[in-house]
């Protein structure tokens, strides 16, 4: 395995389709950590780091969606690629709304799925490496407050700009 390819849990009860999965993503290089049911799944999430997850959604024990929603509840943005029978538009709208990154049906082309996988792979990995800034970044003289979600702006030395989440509010003096 490259050092760059990433780690993937498969979540995956059909036996074959899952061997299969996993053969795949390991000859392109991804160390693959198998899930058979939701339970298993989510015991793993909260154990083990990964990169990305391939979920089905019609698993034993707990579902595909209450596991993604799950995932979702905890803050973990771990990519979540929903493989599945479920084609129609509402079962799709439900996994992408419950926290999902991305959703393909089955039958699917393996080569489409592997483009996906590595997209949602790259992604993540951009996502991490980026420059933390902190809760507050100060520039000029504005100054914004990530954790609390505000705006502060300096117009003049006497008048200045808030904004929150509640919108903005104008002017304050200093």
């Known amino acids: 395995m490259s050092e760059n390819s990433g780690n993937i849990l498969l979540v995956e009860d059909e036996e074959n389709l899952h061997e299969t ?4 993503l390991e000859i392109e290089g991804y160390g693959v950590t198998s899930a058979y049911d939701g339970k298993e799944a989510l015991q793993k999430v909260n154990n083990e780091y990964f990169d990305l ?21 905890n803050d973990n943005q771990v990519p979540i690629l929903i493989l599945s029978a479920r084609n129609s538009s509402a079962d799709k709208v439900l996994g992408l709304k419950k926290g999902a ?5 089955k039958p699917f082309n393996l080569e489409e799925l592997l483009l996906r996988v590595n997209k949602l792979i790259q992604k993540s990995k951009k996502m991490q490496t980026r420059e933390n800034i902190g809760d507050t970044y ?6 914004i407050d990530f954790k609390a979600k505000e705006l502060f702006l300096q117009l003049t030395h006497k008048k200045q700009l808030h ?5 903005l509010q104008l002017p304050r003096m200093a």
Do not use: H, Q, W
């Open 21 to 24: 999965l996993k053969l795949n």
């Open 138 to 143: 100060v520039f000029g003289n504005t100054k």
């Open 53 to 73: 997850i391939i979920m089905d959604i019609m698993l034993p024990e707990i579902d595909g969606i209450s596991v993604t929603e799950s995932i979702r509840v």
């Open 163 to 167: 904004c929150n989440r509640a919108g």
């Open 101 to 105: 990154d991305d959703y393909l049906t």
